[in-house]
């Protein structure tokens, strides 16, 4: 079959599928683009020449953007089915990084396309080429290799077939899935081969479920059952694995409480009576002295980052073990756990199955329900509104957002203060609501991710919250939500800067520098009058559907509003006082953010004796 490179990779991916449980599903259901001399004639043809129901195309707006639409379609599907992404050489390519490093740092699989420079070199350098005097074989594409799970430059047409199938087998193994990247010399690409027809046969990827060893098992049963005061923490493996149900069974029957770190919140439900909330430095309080006094951590699809463990200070009982129930061994062994390495759902049935009989101590489960009731009220608090005419308070803003909102709606969101308000405060009623991507905290992935997650949701609220900081990195995919008429829902809070980063910087001593939008003032600081940015006004500009609001009551129209709205809807608001975040319960929990250890300042003195205090309580788990 005589077909060009480009033309037989987009007619292979056409034709591979993922099952798991029985169900079949398209692997790449889809691929994005913006076309530079570097794929137009390659891919781009392709594209054309196969046609839309071959392979949908999308049309972006930058290459950073396209990738996290990916990476919000393909978590949502479960990581069952992906997008692929095509980008011409050179500064296309290079946008490709950031996203890439979102995408493997939170093991979510995006096929990567772009272009290269000519393997032939015909003309060396070409336009858009980095020449490197000491390797011929470089170019900028291979900034990708550190971000991709896997990597191959395709030189000659006929090693596109053994690449192809390796890109598959890392795309659907759900331990290495992540960025994999596949670059396309240009002249490669437009190049014609004579392929074996069977590599264009339907090929289905079987997602495995790998169950745990017995031995690794026993020892996990051993330690629940010779356990006072455990505690679960379900990280995204639980989501990832469809593992939710056995997750609620195993509560149900040894009544161990649930904690959540942001990739895994909603695992159970908000009202669960084993769920404490979110656990870490953005946890709430009852997870936090859970975690404090637990003998045995159950650490389920989880990476166990610093802010889960507030930077190796949140587990001080002197004589704690950890369970590492992961699919990944590397995830498995952290904290000196005793590995259980198996798929979350078959993990958590079988260790309920070997524990049978065994549950936590009435008085302990009455304790931490308790407490949990004890944050809710703080979360009620919170959202409380007094006064309608108002301006809102960030939390306010939620709490509002939580009295709309059912079980179908989609939060979707990643940097600035609201993934801390919202691990604290959300109260998650359905297994995929609760969308926070903390793995790589992307500022501007929200808008774009919110388009990926209503492609594999049609028909459902998606919601995408974002700061002012937020919206001005990364607002063009509006303009191809407009495009194709996906329904996403835009809330920008407005405070005139990097508030978060700005309270950050005031508790470790950096007084707030350069951290709010603002002129200059006369000693050359950033603390002038704020900036005469009209994000609504931008918005309105790429063809959205703009409500402004400057009150609680305008708010709450307004969120309604949009949330029935059949056309792309932005919903504006400044929150109270430029200079106030939100009104939440403080951090929980430390984190380390290291403090300048000799200063002259008197701030930066007296964050330095607060940090040695802290650090003080870090532990090594052996």
């Given at each position: 079959?005589?077909?060009?490179?480009?033309?037989?990779?987009?007619r292979?991916?056409?034709?591979?599928?993922?099952e798991?449980?029985?169900r079949?599903?398209?692997?790449?259901?889809?691929?994005?683009?913006?076309?530079?001399?570097?794929?137009?004639?390659?891919?781009?043809?392709?594209?054309?020449?196969?046609?839309?129901?071959?392979?949908?195309f999308?049309?972006?707006?930058?290459?950073?953007?396209?990738v996290?639409?990916?990476?919000?379609y393909?978590?949502?599907?479960?990581?069952?089915?992906?997008?692929a992404?095509?980008?011409?050489?050179?500064?296309?390519?290079?946008?490709?990084?950031?996203?890439?490093?979102?995408?493997?740092?939170?093991?979510?699989?995006?096929?990567?396309?772009?272009?290269?420079?000519?393997?032939?070199?015909?003309?060396?350098?070409?336009?858009?080429?980095?020449?490197?005097?000491?390797?011929?074989?470089?170019?900028?594409?291979?900034?990708?290799?550190?971000?991709?799970?896997?990597?191959?430059?395709?030189?000659?047409p006929?090693?596109?077939?053994?690449?192809?199938?390796?890109?598959?087998?890392?795309?659907?193994?759900?331990?290495?899935?992540?960025?994999?990247?596949?670059?396309?010399?240009?002249?490669?690409?437009?190049?014609?081969?004579?392929?074996?027809?069977?590599?264009?046969?339907?090929?289905?990827?079987?997602?495995?479920?790998?169950?745990?060893?017995?031995?690794?098992?026993?020892?996990?049963?051993?330690?629940?059952?010779?356990?006072?005061?455990?505690l679960l923490?379900?990280?995204g493996?639980?989501?990832?694995?469809?593992?939710?149900?056995?997750?609620?069974?195993?509560?149900?029957?040894?009544?161990?409480?649930?904690?959540?770190?942001?990739?895994?919140?909603?695992?159970?439900?908000?009202?669960?009576?084993?769920?404490?909330?979110?656990?870490?430095?953005?946890?709430?309080?009852?997870?936090?002295?859970?975690?404090?006094?637990?003998?045995?951590?159950?650490?389920?699809?989880?990476?166990?980052?610093?802010?889960?463990?507030?930077?190796?200070?949140?587990?001080?009982?002197?004589?704690?073990?950890?369970?590492?129930?992961?699919?990944?061994?590397?995830?498995?062994?952290?904290?000196?756990?005793?590995?259980?390495?198996?798929?979350?759902?078959?993990?958590?049935?079988?260790?309920?199955?070997?524990?049978?009989?065994?549950?936590?101590?009435?008085?302990?489960?009455?304790?931490?329900?308790?407490?949990?009731?004890?944050?809710?009220?703080?979360?009620?608090?919170?959202?409380?509104?007094?006064?309608?005419?108002?301006?809102?308070?960030q939390?306010?803003?939620?709490g509002?957002?939580?009295?709309l909102?059912?079980?179908?709606?989609?939060?979707?969101?990643?940097?600035?203060?609201?993934?801390?308000?919202?691990?604290?405060?959300?109260?998650?009623?359905?297994?995929?609501?609760?969308?926070v991507?903390?793995?790589?905290?992307?500022?501007?992935?929200?808008?774009?991710?919110?388009?990926?997650?209503?492609?594999?949701?049609?028909?459902r609220?998606?919601?995408?919250?974002?700061?002012?900081?937020t919206?001005?990195?990364?607002?063009?995919?509006?303009?191809t939500?407009?495009?194709?008429?996906?329904?996403?829902?835009?809330?920008?809070?407005?405070?005139?800067?990097?508030?978060?980063?700005?309270?950050?910087?005031?508790?470790?001593?950096?007084?707030?520098?350069?951290?709010?939008?603002?002129?200059?003032?006369?000693?050359?600081?950033?603390?002038?009058?704020?900036?005469?940015?009209?994000?609504?006004?931008?918005?309105?500009?790429?063809?959205?559907?703009?409500?402004?609001?400057?009150?609680?009551?305008?708010?709450?129209?307004?969120?309604?509003?949009?949330?029935?709205?059949?056309?792309p809807?932005?919903?504006?608001?400044?929150?109270?006082?430029?200079?106030?975040?939100?009104?939440?319960?403080?951090?929980?929990?430390?984190?380390?953010?290291?403090?300048?250890?000799?200063?002259?300042?008197?701030?930066?003195?007296?964050?330095?004796?607060?940090?040695?205090?802290?650090?003080?309580?870090?532990?090594?788990?052996?």
């Amino acid at each position: 079959m005589r077909l060009t490179v480009a033309q037989a990779l987009v007619r292979f991916l056409a034709r591979q599928y993922t099952e798991r449980d029985g169900r079949r599903r398209r692997l790449i259901a889809a691929t994005w683009g913006i076309f530079g001399h570097g794929n137009v004639a390659g891919i781009g043809q392709a594209l054309l020449e196969e046609g839309p129901d071959a392979m949908p195309f999308f049309q972006g707006r930058n290459e950073q953007a396209m990738v996290h639409a990916a990476v919000g379609y393909a978590r949502q599907c479960g990581r069952l089915s992906a997008h692929a992404v095509t980008t011409s050489i050179g500064p296309g390519a290079t946008n490709l990084v950031t996203g890439a490093a979102l995408a493997t740092i939170n093991r979510i699989p995006v096929l990567l396309l772009p272009g290269d420079t000519f393997a032939t070199r015909p003309a060396d350098p070409v336009l858009q080429q980095l020449e490197v005097p000491y390797a011929g074989d470089v170019s900028v594409n291979d900034t990708l290799r550190p971000v991709s799970r896997h990597f191959d430059r395709i030189t000659r047409p006929e090693a596109l077939v053994p690449a192809a199938l390796q890109a598959m087998r890392v795309l659907t193994d759900p331990v290495q899935t992540g960025a994999v990247t596949l670059a396309l010399p240009q002249d490669v690409q437009a190049q014609a081969y004579d392929w074996p027809e069977e590599f264009f046969a339907e090929r289905v990827w079987g997602v495995r479920r790998p169950r745990p060893d017995r031995t690794e098992l026993a020892a996990a049963a051993e330690a629940v059952r010779g356990s006072a005061r455990p505690l679960l923490v379900a990280g995204g493996g639980i989501r990832h694995s469809g593992a939710q149900a056995a997750l609620a069974a195993f509560a149900d029957a040894t009544g161990i409480p649930a904690a959540a770190t942001q990739a895994g919140k909603g695992a159970l439900p908000h009202d669960h009576p084993a769920d404490v909330g979110g656990i870490g430095h953005t946890g709430t309080a009852t997870a936090a002295a859970l975690a404090r006094e637990a003998d045995l951590v159950i650490a389920a699809g989880t990476r166990l980052t610093d802010f889960t463990t507030a930077s190796a200070t949140l587990f001080r009982d002197p004589a704690v073990r950890f369970i590492g129930l992961n699919l990944d061994p590397y995830d498995a062994h952290k904290l000196a756990a005793r590995p259980l390495v198996a798929d979350a759902r078959e993990g958590l049935d079988e260790l309920r199955e070997a524990v049978a009989g065994y549950r936590v101590d009435p008085a302990y489960e009455t304790a931490y329900r308790q407490r949990h009731q004890e944050w809710e009220s703080r979360v009620d608090r919170a959202w409380a509104v007094d006064d309608e005419d108002a301006a809102p308070t960030q939390t306010q803003v939620l709490g509002l957002l939580d009295a709309l909102v059912d079980d179908t709606d989609i939060l979707i969101n990643a940097a600035g203060s609201l993934p801390g308000d919202l691990h604290k405060l959300w109260r998650a009623r359905s297994a995929d609501q609760y969308h926070v991507e903390y793995g790589y905290s992307c500022m501007g992935y929200e808008i774009p991710a919110a388009i990926g997650v209503a492609l594999a949701a049609p028909g459902r609220p998606v919601w995408a919250l974002v700061g002012d900081g937020t919206y001005l990195m990364n607002p063009t995919e509006i303009v191809t939500a407009v495009q194709e008429g996906i329904p996403i829902k835009v809330v920008i809070l407005d405070n005139h800067g990097y508030a978060s980063i700005g309270g950050l910087s005031g508790a470790v001593g950096g007084e707030g520098f350069a951290t709010g939008y603002r002129f200059r003032a006369p000693d050359g600081t950033y603390t002038g009058d704020p900036l005469p940015v009209d994000l609504a006004a931008n918005a309105a500009s790429l063809g959205m559907a703009v409500i402004r609001t400057r009150t609680l009551g305008d708010l709450r129209k307004a969120l309604a509003q949009a949330r029935s709205a059949d056309r792309p809807t932005c919903v504006y608001a400044q929150t109270r006082t430029p200079d106030t975040v939100s009104g939440p319960p403080p951090a929980q929990a430390w984190w380390d953010v290291p403090v300048a250890e000799t200063a002259t300042r008197k701030a930066a003195a007296e964050a330095r004796e607060e940090y040695d205090r802290q650090a003080a309580q870090r532990r090594r788990h052996l």
